[in-house]
């Protein structure tokens, strides 16, 4: 079990750090942040199913039933961590394919962009190793919708990439499906990983995604 850690009292005296007056809003906003860093620091070493919101609560240092003001359980409180971790980085992998990419390119700048977002996000995608499997269920099912959200924007830019009189299109999907299982496996080979291990670990999934390319480029649907 993770040994809790004090945090600083959330602002209930209206007073910004910085001495203004800060709104009702933003009280509220920052609480809300407050209890989000607060879940996942608690559930660093088990599931999200173990965690009470008294535990949240008294991390956070707020009363339970102000714990409703932000979220409606625990699960509620999880779907938010699966959304926001997922949001940056389909943006951000939007942004490497934008470019006009070519196989190599995609390969080099997709892995490139992982580990960064990876590293950046660490307690992020740690939380979505754990919760893929031994979350709640409408926990779970966010994370395989977030996952298969990535293998269809995958699978509409190789169609760019590919000529359709040898690719149909559920095959685009199979594709977009292997290299998204392969980048998913490299993740969370990453977060449970040594830091001086990364970079080979990284090296390896780019390894694999260059080899699974090169018979996609030989492969004809008929």
Same mark, same amino acid.
């Given at each position: 079990?993770?040994?809790?850690?004090?945090?600083?009292?959330?602002?209930?005296?209206?007073?910004?750090?910085?001495?203004?007056?800060?709104?009702?809003?933003?009280?509220?906003?920052?609480?809300?942040?407050?209890?989000?860093?607060?879940?996942?620091?608690?559930?660093?070493?088990?599931?999200?199913?173990?965690?009470?919101?008294?535990?949240?609560?008294?991390?956070?240092? &707020?009363?339970?039933?102000?714990?409703?003001?932000?979220?409606?359980?625990?699960?509620?409180?999880?779907?938010?961590?699966?959304?926001?971790?997922?949001?940056?980085?389909?943006?951000?992998?939007?942004?490497?394919?934008?470019?006009?990419?070519?196989?190599?390119?995609? &390969?080099?700048?997709?892995?490139?962009?992982?580990?960064?977002?990876?590293?950046?996000?660490?307690?992020?995608?740690?939380?979505?190793?754990?919760?893929?499997?031994?979350?709640?269920?409408?926990?779970?099912?966010? &994370?395989?919708?977030?996952?298969?959200?990535?293998?269809?924007?995958?699978?509409?830019?190789?169609?760019?990439?590919?000529?359709?009189?040898?690719?149909?299109?559920?095959?685009?999907?199979?594709?977009?499906?292997?290299?998204?299982?392969?980048?998913?496996?490299?993740?969370?080979?990453?977060?449970?990983?040594?830091?001086?291990?990364?970079?080979?670990?990284?090296?390896?999934?780019?390894?694999?995604?260059?080899?699974?390319?090169?018979?996609?480029?030989?492969?004809?649907?008929?």
């Amino acid at each position: 079990m993770v040994q809790s850690v004090s945090r600083p009292a959330v602002p209930v005296a209206g007073v910004a750090d910085e001495g203004r007056s800060e709104s009702r809003g933003e009280r509220k906003e920052r609480t809300r942040r407050h209890i989000l860093d607060a879940a996942l620091d608690l559930c660093e070493d088990s599931s999200l199913v173990a965690l009470s919101l008294r535990q949240v609560a008294k991390e956070v240092g &707020i009363v339970p039933t102000a714990f409703y003001r932000h979220f409606d359980s625990i699960e509620d409180l999880g779907l938010a961590l699966v959304e926001e971790s997922f949001v940056s980085l389909r943006e951000m992998l939007k942004d490497v394919r934008r470019s006009d990419p070519t196989y190599r390119t995609i &390969i080099d700048s997709s892995v490139r962009v992982l580990g960064e977002h990876t590293m950046a996000q660490h307690s992020h995608f740690a939380f979505i190793s754990r919760e893929r499997v031994a979350g709640p269920p409408a926990v779970r099912e966010a &994370i395989r919708h977030q996952i298969d959200l990535v293998e269809r924007e995958l699978a509409t830019d190789l169609a760019r990439l590919t000529d359709p009189a040898h690719w149909s299109a559920e095959d685009l999907r199979v594709l977009s499906n292997l290299i998204v299982t392969l980048m998913v496996g490299a993740t969370e080979t990453i977060v449970n990983a040594r830091p001086e291990t990364r970079p080979a670990i990284l090296e390896t999934a780019r390894t694999q995604l260059r080899m699974m390319l090169v018979g996609a480029l030989r492969w004809s649907s008929r």
